[in-house]
């Protein structure tokens, strides 16, 4: 079996990731369990945060490394909290208190539309000049109450509305086929099918 590690430290995203990777008999092992530190996530763009995670994860560990940059847009602020979707309300890094802030700023707003986005980079090592690149988006609103006790982030507040669910009502199964993360690992495993690590 191929190893790839992951350059995530959350467990969520590690779950998803791995459930997504292992029908293609990939490996896929979080970073944290081969001493890969978190690195700053400076940039302004999910693009670049994600290929400085996965060039770091590559580089410490000589596998090939999956990182991936996402985050919820809200429509109506301009796509905040976008990159920042993470550390929204501040550190230390807490769910509960990014989508109190969240809702605080939208409870007046008549639009909550919304989109969770994800860009996944692949590298085979450290230095690749070809880095393979995967994204998609995933449509709904905001809820100002939370629905459903699955999934992670910002998922009880996101609303599909063609499902009357939030993400946080679906089955991993069925979220693993329609997330912004699921479709851009699915793009990703159609370059995975045809190349090797």
């Not at 008999?25 to 994600?50: K, M």
């Not at 692949?122 to 995967?134: C, E, K, M, S, Y």
Request: charged share 20%; with cysteine.
């Amino acid at each position: 079996m191929q190893e790839l590690v992951i350059a995530s430290n959350n467990s969520g995203k590690l779950r998803e990731i791995q459930q997504l990777l292992a029908p293609l008999g990939i490996e896929a092992i979080a970073q944290s369990n081969l001493a890969v530190t978190e690195i700053e996530e400076p940039y302004g763009t999910f693009v670049e945060n994600a290929l400085a995670k996965a060039r770091h994860a590559s580089r410490v560990t000589g596998l090939p490394a999956l990182a991936d940059d996402s985050g919820v847009c809200v429509n109506i602020l301009g796509g905040a909290p976008g990159v920042l979707s993470a550390r929204y309300a501040g550190e230390p890094k807490s769910d509960e208190r990014n989508n109190q802030k969240l809702i605080g700023i939208l409870k007046n707003q008549p639009d909550r539309s919304a989109y969770y986005y994800c860009i996944i980079v692949l590298v085979r090592h450290a230095d690749d000049p070809q880095p393979i690149i995967a994204d998609d988006s995933w449509h709904g609103e905001i809820m100002l109450e939370p629905r459903g006790t699955g999934g992670f982030g910002y998922d009880p507040y996101f609303f599909l509305p063609d499902l009357n669910k939030t993400a946080a009502q679906l089955p991993m199964e069925q979220k693993n086929q329609i997330s912004h993360r699921g479709k851009a690992l699915k793009k990703l495993s159609e370059f995975l099918a045809v190349i090797k690590l």
